[in-house]
């Protein structure tokens, strides 16, 4: 797939005033500073559409752009930031979830994941939920422009093993470099493909 244009709609804190459901939408999420705005400009070849955050967990609005007049990219707010207190991360992670189950036109969600890291809980058991929830999801690795080919392969092969202590399959992997713009390709076909299956 091509990305003709790439425009933002609207931010919201209210569900309700989200744009109506009537395109295809495909909404990225991750732990804060995972890499999910540097990867949506690099998929969207637009440096400036999100804002790369000097400041994790400032963001806790959902953000939808159009992509082609086809299709919404969604930026949810990253999750797991230390700053906040339970109460509040209680509710704001009820906001979130509460978005993904109610989103009728919600085709896939792309979970980031750093590749710097081990597998985190919080990732972990957020796909449980997406799993009891039934709602379709893939991974996406970010920054891996930081390891070499070894590394990185040890680290997908470690991930996979964790996933399968409690999963029967893993989902969909991809694998992305903002830097480099690996994946790229990748994921829009992925994109694309669905689109056409659902269109
Ligand atoms: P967000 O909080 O998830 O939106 O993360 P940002 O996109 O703001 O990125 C957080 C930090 O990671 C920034 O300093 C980025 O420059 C850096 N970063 C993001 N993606 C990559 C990548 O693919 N490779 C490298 N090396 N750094 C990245």
Not at 35 to 46: D, R, Y
Not at 57 to 84: M, Q, S
Not at 88 to 104: A, M, S
Request: net charge positive.
């Amino acid at each position: 797939m091509i990305i003709k244009t790439a425009r933002f709609v609207i931010s919201n804190s209210d569900i309700d005033k989200c744009p109506k459901p009537n395109l295809p939408e495909y909404a990225f999420i991750g732990r804060s500073n995972v890499g999910k705005s540097s990867l949506i400009n690099m998929l969207t070849g637009n440096s400036k559409l999100a804002k790369i955050s000097g400041n994790p967990g400032k963001t806790r609005l959902i953000n939808h752009f159009i992509i082609n007049d086809e299709w919404y990219l969604v930026d949810l707010p990253g999750y797991g930031f230390a700053k906040v207190s339970k109460t509040d991360r209680k509710k704001f992670e009820q906001f979130i979830r509460k978005y993904i189950l109610q989103r009728e036109n919600l085709y896939c969600i792309c979970l980031l994941i750093d590749s710097r890291h081990e597998p985190q809980t919080i990732d972990l058991e957020f796909m449980d939920w997406l799993g009891e929830s039934q709602v379709p999801f893939v991974i996406v690795f970010t920054k891996t422009d930081k390891l070499n080919k070894t590394q990185f392969e040890n680290f997908q092969m470690n991930y996979t093993n964790k996933m399968l202590e409690t999963w029967d399959e893993v989902p969909k992997m991809f694998v992305t470099s903002a830097e480099t713009g690996l994946g790229k390709n990748d994921l829009l076909e992925f994109i694309e493909g669905v689109n056409k299956m659902n269109g």
